[in-house]
């Protein structure tokens, strides 16, 4: 286990969860037309943030201190993806309401261009409703527990930096 946790394979690991968690939402999108509402969107942007943090790392190989910054960077990425994870399941369970974005509003357009335009900017998906799940779990579901493992990892990771 200390060998993941030293750099830069901890970097190199960060990365390919990251990508894989990226890649598995694309597939299920593009290849399987699991359309996602305007929370599953914003799950993807953590992932991204860290994959790039992560890549930083694993190709810069900076002394212990960025290293660590950079991965408590990725630790802070999946933090804010387990809170939009958490916020997304409790709209999935009825909890509590979306953001705006997060319904389908009814058409109020006065023209055609009018209405064009309201068509154009409507999420195809709602937050509330499952699109997919795996063992009776929702993609929010599951990436909680995603977000929250690699988050640990991370902040071990960092820590195993500092260690040096």
Request: charged residues 10%; proline residues 4%; aromatic residues 10%.
């Amino acid at each position: 286990m200390s060998e993941i946790l030293s750099m830069p394979r901890a970097a190199q690991m960060i990365l390919a969860a990251s990508l894989l968690a990226l890649a598995f939402a694309l597939t299920l999108q593009y290849g399987f037309g699991v359309q996602p509402c305007v929370l599953c969107l914003w799950q993807r942007a953590p992932y991204g943030a860290a994959a790039g943090a992560a890549l930083l790392a694993w190709l810069w190989r900076p002394g212990p201190h960025v290293a660590a910054f950079l991965l408590f960077s990725c630790a802070a990425c999946f933090l804010t993806g387990f809170g939009l994870a958490i916020f997304h399941s409790g709209v999935e369970l009825h909890w509590w309401l979306g953001t705006s974005g997060c319904s389908i509003h009814p058409l109020n357009g006065a023209s055609a261009d009018d209405l064009r335009n309201e068509l154009l900017q409507t999420l195809p998906a709602r937050c509330d409703q499952i699109t997919w799940t795996l063992a009776g779990l929702s993609m929010a579901n599951l990436n909680i527990g995603l977000s929250l493992l690699l988050a640990f990892f991370s902040t071990a990771a960092a820590a195993k930096a500092l260690d040096k």
